[in-house]
């Protein structure tokens, strides 16, 4: 007898969990006429409802009713966005840095050539002294690389 009433119970504990695990879906046909089933229909939006509460919640139509495929494809999509991005503040950052190096030689070479020592140059195997016409015009090439990368970024 005892275990008659056990099983009793347990089958009707058992019973609200399956009642509520069924899913009720409602949509409305060409014709404007609104239809529920415990089936999702095939080609058409539907809304599951909860069958407790009665609110709905869209099964499949707005962003839910699009296909997997779709969903991947945007997925990957927002991927290679991001990818981009990434890549391209690679490239700002590699931008920067090199900008950096190029303001420190123009000028470090500008506090050489204004210290007025006679400046040593290697042309073909050979060694020689610049002129100072040669000098003033390593000091103004300085002062232009210095100007191009010592300010601010140039606006691309």
Known sequence: MNKKIIA?????????????????????????????GDRKPVGKASESVSVRTGSASKASGGDSGKSPQQKIDEMEEQEASTQETAEMNAAERARQKQRAANCQTARSN????????????????EERYLTPEEI??????????????????PQQ
């Open 110 to 125: 500008l506090a050489l050539i204004q210290t007025g020592s006679r400046i040593k140059v290697q042309e073909d195997g």
């Open 8 to 36: 009793l119970a347990l089958v009707v504990m058992a019973v609200p969990v399956f009642a509520t695990a069924q899913s009720v879906y409602k949509w409305t046909d060409e014709e404007g006429v609104t239809h529920f």
């Open 136 to 153: 003033e015009e390593k000091r103004q090439q300085f002062e232009k690389i210095a100007e191009l990368n010592c300010g601010e970024s």
